[in-house]
């Protein structure tokens, strides 16, 4: 017969295993992170390759300890509104496009100044040295981590008016371009008519006529459907488009040491990875923009439009910081 002392331990027993279960629960349970971007969710598109290769690399560096939840096409907002959320701290990480970085740290304005890579190789010499993490590191007082940077290929010209060899075909051309100041001025020392819009707005703008055409990667043109509203693409190669993989602060922060390491691992290798998937996607994608009926010219001296775009160095040199900008030359000179 079962004594009342006898029925204690063993209730007793019951609710401490109960609680062991209960913080070995808590213990395990996966840290969430809400990560944003702007373009779609295809498997071209460099934004979505990025953010993909990031929770791939945290679930093989660290199984179950992280759950990353995914937040394309600007579901969270534009780029300026996830870079605001991620200050509050109301959104964990977002691949945000490198030039809206540059309205927190103007030395993000470097990645845009018009031909300053000739190739990708110069600029991950440039982003994944000294200049690239002085860069990351200055976003950090604005309550922001940066850990590193991915891409999306360099910017070229699309367009329903002409197709652009030479400088004076810009000339009349309404395009838009990213709200950005640099942006604006390479375009209007090149000739053309920028406009500066959301990234949201721009496909109806182009299907309307509102705008002629814009300047965008080739992977993001096709993932985007750009094919179906634009006529013609000139491969003009104007800017290295640097993404930049971006983490709250306050999320970075309430991870432990071990985790920390574990995510800036993660996005390095993320970042390896999806560098050679975006190089390896271009000339299929180049040649799947062809078959969807644009019309794809090469322009016909690059040193022309550089010669129109001088004025622009001399204008952000102050504002990027000489020392910075200096050191990213000596770098693509070499």
């Not at 705008?211 to 094919?227: H, M």
């Not at 001296?301 to 040199?317: L, P, Q």
Request: glycine share 8%; net charge negative.
């Amino acid at each position: 017969m079962t004594t009342r002392s006898q029925r204690t331990r063993r209730l007793l027993s019951g609710l401490v295993a109960a609680a062991v279960i209960g913080v070995s629960g808590i213990g395990h349970a996966a840290t969430t992170i809400r990560l944003g971007w702007t373009t779609a969710d295809s498997e071209v598109d460099p934004y979505a390759i990025a953010a993909h290769y990031f929770a791939e690399e945290l679930e093989s560096a660290a199984p179950g300890e992280f759950d990353v939840k995914f937040f394309p096409n600007h579901q969270l907002g534009n780029d300026t509104e996830m870079l605001q959320g991620m200050q509050l701290g109301t959104l964990d990480a977002g691949v945000i496009t490198g030039t809206q970085v540059g309205t927190l740290e103007p030395a993000f304005q470097l990645n845009d100044l018009p031909f300053l890579y000739a190739n990708a190789g110069q600029a991950h010499k440039v982003l994944d040295g000294e200049v690239g993490q002085e860069m990351l590191s200055r976003l950090e007082s604005q309550g922001i981590v940066g850990l590193g940077f991915p891409e999306a290929g360099f910017r070229n010209a699309i367009n329903n008016v002409r197709p652009i060899r030479k400088p004076s075909d810009f000339k009349g051309v309404k395009l838009r371009v990213q709200p950005s100041d640099l942006f604006i001025a390479s375009f209007r020392a090149i000739g053309a008519n920028p406009v500066p819009m959301a990234w949201s707005d721009v496909f109806t703008a182009v299907q309307q006529g509102t705008v002629d055409g814009l300047e965008i990667p080739l992977a993001v043109i096709y993932a985007n459907k750009y094919p179906e509203v634009t006529e013609y693409l000139s491969l003009t190669r104007h800017t290295y488009n640097a993404l930049a993989l971006l983490m709250s602060k306050q999320t970075f922060d309430s991870l432990s040491a071990t985790q920390q390491k574990t995510v800036r691992k993660a996005a390095r290798r993320a970042i390896e990875r999806q560098r050679e998937t975006v190089a390896s996607n271009n000339d299929e994608i180049l040649a799947k923009i062809r078959e969807a009926g644009m019309k794809v010219n090469e322009v016909d001296d690059v040193a022309a439009f550089r010669e129109k775009v001088t004025g622009v160095y001399d204008e952000y040199r102050e504002k990027i910081g000489p020392a910075l900008l200096d050191k990213a030359l000596d770098q693509v000179s070499e």
